[in-house]
């Protein structure tokens, strides 16, 4: 069964300041890989995903993400954190292209908290 | 494009009573959609995978019975909460689809508080 860890529960930056949400899967296959971030409330925006190919992915919002096999990560990376950045991140693995259909399994979260 | 909606965004009901969700993919036809539930600081949990036109997919250890779950057509999906009780209260997600392995869209929430 595929499962996801984000070791970082809260991560606190200044504004301006590069993040890195850390991001680890476990998943027998070629993962199927998201990054969706959450505002108070609110449903899941997607940010990003990876399915093949190049595997630096680049999102909306200036968030982009690296797919790496050997280290089983997909961590997500901003070069300059806005304060409307602030909100919880949700790393996800898929199960692929099945007849069950994609299923994700989501990690517990990193929320993010911008300083001014 | 590929907007999802949930129509409760929120909703109080006494114990005992059922309630019903419905979730809709405004500008896309979804023929998968999923139904999630989150407690307060936690991640999502799936709770049930429905294609449309058949019966729902649930996760273990989620009642079928309790949470009926609709996939009538290629925009609708309902879950109803029957006989709700205070343990229910949750926030309800759902997400959707238009096939295998493709992106799922979410809705923005719906938060349930059975009294």
């Known amino acids: 069964a595929q499962s996801v860890t984000q070791p970082d529960i809260h991560i606190t930056v200044s504004e301006g300041a590069s993040l890195e949400l850390r991001c680890n899967y476990s998943y027998g296959a070629t993962p199927y890989l998201f990054w969706y971030v959450q505002s108070p409330g609110q449903g899941l925006q997607l940010l990003l995903k990876?399915?093949?190919?190049?595997?630096l992915v680049q999102g909306i919002k200036g968030f982009e993400a690296e797919f790496k096999r050997s280290q089983s990560s997909f961590n997500l990376r901003k070069p300059s954190v806005h304060w409307s950045d602030a909100a919880e991140y949700f790393c996800?693995?898929?199960?692929?292209?099945?007849?069950?259909?994609?299923?994700?399994?989501f990690g517990t979260g990193t929320q993010l908290k911008v300083e001014l | 494009g590929a907007v999802v909606s949930q129509h409760p965004s929120w909703v109080i009901c006494k114990s005992g009573t059922s309630v019903k969700i419905e979730c809709r993919s405004l500008?896309?036809?979804?023929?998968?959609m999923f139904w999630y539930r989150q407690f307060p600081k936690q991640s999502l949990m799936l709770m049930a995978t429905s294609n449309e036109g058949s019966k729902a997919t649930y996760e273990q250890g989620v009642e079928k019975d309790k949470f009926l779950i609709n996939h009538a057509s290629l925009t609708l999906s309902t879950l109803t909460v029957t006989s709700a009780h205070p343990e229910d209260s949750s926030f309800y997600i759902c997400s959707a689809s238009s096939g295998p392995g493709n992106t799922q869209y979410f809705g923005p929430g719906t938060r349930l508080t059975v009294l």
């Open positions: 500008d896309f036809q979804a023929t998968t």
């Open positions: 990876y399915f093949s190919g190049d595997t």
């Open positions: 996800a693995v898929g199960a692929g292209l099945t007849g069950g259909g994609n299923k994700l399994t």
